[in-house]
């Protein structure tokens, strides 16, 4: 077996779901993910790295382009809407092949996935919702300030003298639709009939939005021994 | 875009829902067995207050039981569908007129005590059938489910 497993799909919406083990109480994301299929196989001599690039859900050849039609076709397939690339391990593309088909069985004894979408979406957001900072006081003489970030300063470009606040500095503006990764989620359970992932917790985005689930890339040392001492049995 | 989300999210949850629940309404007088797991051991206590809010739908279902302990009020929420809570007994129909008791919680002594119900109890005769109906075409659904996965089982068992 491969070390990634990879899909795309589309969230559902949340609900809750009771273990069977001890009746625990979870909140669980359900997606309904794939069958997704192979359109390229990129490998370490032709392109420098390894990685494979996954095609979901079909779509109205009106709605796409000619370029994209044509390389559907190359794989054999009807027009589809998304393409994503997944980087895999130097070696591990040798086991796919252009057109296979990938559906949510591959996530058969995976523990932990990161899922990566587009963040709803807040609009221009001042610095106490966009970044967490505390604003002003309410009274003591403040007016009309009470949710300004304080002194930008003054600090010259990455120094401490200077006539321009230091690059980077936070400050109001466009917060969300941006891509986000929320990593470590456990797979509560996989309906392979219905296409359907229960992954716990939240993930980014809307529902009905496009997601990437894979397996976890960053674990944790407590959850690296959990998948260890599983593996072993 | 999916267009059958709330089917599917229903679909997803359909079999971890009790098919044995009572008619709970607001006033109730209710018994909640509660399955209290320590470590290796389990063992089931009961909870016994009056039912002062419901909330939620499906498996999201819950109420807030309140009773006196100790001199000390406490509330409890039940996810009614949860295997933590292994039965729900009504022991009491009590009177309200509203939805949440809230207003219980300022009472003290004989105050507490709601009157039995007396509005309304055909409709809640007929609800108590129907939902008596219900989990028993849910009972029987499920126990022909159960029978041919062992009918199943047991022919892959000969093969």
Do not use: W
């Given at each position: 077996m491969p070390q990634v497993a990879a899909i795309l799909g589309r969230k559902v919406g949340m609900t809750r779901f009771f273990l069977s083990e001890d009746g625990k109480n979870v909140p669980v994301t359900v997606i309904q993910a794939g069958p997704c299929y192979v359109t390229e196989v990129k490998d370490?001599?032709?392109?420098?790295y390894s990685a494979i690039q996954l095609a979901f859900e079909d779509i109205d050849p009106k709605r796409s382009t000619m370029q994209m039609i044509g390389h559907d076709a190359k794989a054999g397939?009807?027009?589809?809407r998304f393409h994503r690339e997944v980087r895999l391990d130097a070696?591990?593309?040798?086991e796919y092949e252009i057109g296979q088909a990938i559906t949510?069985?591959?996530?058969?004894?995976?523990m932990y996935v990161d899922v990566v979408g587009t963040s709803k979406g807040k609009g221009f957001q001042g610095v106490m919702k966009r970044h967490n900072f505390k604003g002003?006081?309410?009274?003591?003489?403040?007016?009309?300030?009470?949710?300004s970030a304080g002194s930008i300063g003054g600090g010259g470009i990455n120094l401490g003298t200077g006539p321009k606040p230091k690059k980077?500095?936070?400050?109001?503006g466009h917060m969300g639709n941006a891509t986000v990764t929320s990593r470590?989620?456990?797979?509560v359970k996989i309906i392979p009939e219905q296409n359907l992932l229960l992954i716990k917790g939240t993930v980014p985005g809307p529902n009905d939005g496009m997601v990437l689930i894979r397996t976890s890339k960053r674990l944790g040392k407590s959850k690296q021994l959990k998948v260890s001492t599983a593996k072993k049995g | 875009m999916i267009m059958n989300k709330q089917e599917i999210l229903e679909g997803v949850v359909a079999d971890q829902l009790?098919?044995?629940?009572p008619v709970l309404t607001i006033g109730d007088t209710v018994n909640v067995h509660r399955r209290i797991i320590e470590g290796e051991k389990e063992r089931i206590q009961v909870y016994q207050g009056v039912v002062i809010a419901q909330a939620g739908s499906g498996i999201n279902q819950s109420i807030t039981v309140r009773r006196i302990v100790a001199n000390e009020g406490v509330e409890i929420v039940f996810?009614?569908?949860?295997?933590?809570?292994?039965k729900i007994e009504i022991v009491r129909r009590g009177d309200a007129r509203?939805?949440?008791?809230?207003y219980l919680r300022k009472r003290v002594g004989r105050k507490r005590r709601l009157r039995d119900r007396r509005r309304g109890l055909d409709a809640l005769l007929v609800q108590e059938q129907t939902q008596a109906d219900q989990n028993r075409k849910a009972q029987e659904a499920a126990a022909a489910v159960a029978a041919t996965a062992v009918a199943e089982g047991g022919d892959e068992a000969a093969e």
């Amino acid at each position: 077996m491969p070390q990634v497993a990879a899909i795309l799909g589309r969230k559902v919406g949340m609900t809750r779901f009771f273990l069977s083990e001890d009746g625990k109480n979870v909140p669980v994301t359900v997606i309904q993910a794939g069958p997704c299929y192979v359109t390229e196989v990129k490998d370490a001599d032709k392109h420098e790295y390894s990685a494979i690039q996954l095609a979901f859900e079909d779509i109205d050849p009106k709605r796409s382009t000619m370029q994209m039609i044509g390389h559907d076709a190359k794989a054999g397939l009807s027009p589809k809407r998304f393409h994503r690339e997944v980087r895999l391990d130097a070696g591990d593309e040798a086991e796919y092949e252009i057109g296979q088909a990938i559906t949510v069985e591959t996530f058969e004894g995976v523990m932990y996935v990161d899922v990566v979408g587009t963040s709803k979406g807040k609009g221009f957001q001042g610095v106490m919702k966009r970044h967490n900072f505390k604003g002003q006081l309410a009274s003591h003489g403040v007016e009309r300030k009470h949710r300004s970030a304080g002194s930008i300063g003054g600090g010259g470009i990455n120094l401490g003298t200077g006539p321009k606040p230091k690059k980077g500095k936070r400050m109001a503006g466009h917060m969300g639709n941006a891509t986000v990764t929320s990593r470590n989620l456990d797979v509560v359970k996989i309906i392979p009939e219905q296409n359907l992932l229960l992954i716990k917790g939240t993930v980014p985005g809307p529902n009905d939005g496009m997601v990437l689930i894979r397996t976890s890339k960053r674990l944790g040392k407590s959850k690296q021994l959990k998948v260890s001492t599983a593996k072993k049995g | 875009m999916i267009m059958n989300k709330q089917e599917i999210l229903e679909g997803v949850v359909a079999d971890q829902l009790k098919n044995e629940l009572p008619v709970l309404t607001i006033g109730d007088t209710v018994n909640v067995h509660r399955r209290i797991i320590e470590g290796e051991k389990e063992r089931i206590q009961v909870y016994q207050g009056v039912v002062i809010a419901q909330a939620g739908s499906g498996i999201n279902q819950s109420i807030t039981v309140r009773r006196i302990v100790a001199n000390e009020g406490v509330e409890i929420v039940f996810p009614v569908h949860s295997p933590r809570v292994a039965k729900i007994e009504i022991v009491r129909r009590g009177d309200a007129r509203r939805a949440k008791l809230y207003y219980l919680r300022k009472r003290v002594g004989r105050k507490r005590r709601l009157r039995d119900r007396r509005r309304g109890l055909d409709a809640l005769l007929v609800q108590e059938q129907t939902q008596a109906d219900q989990n028993r075409k849910a009972q029987e659904a499920a126990a022909a489910v159960a029978a041919t996965a062992v009918a199943e089982g047991g022919d892959e068992a000969a093969e």
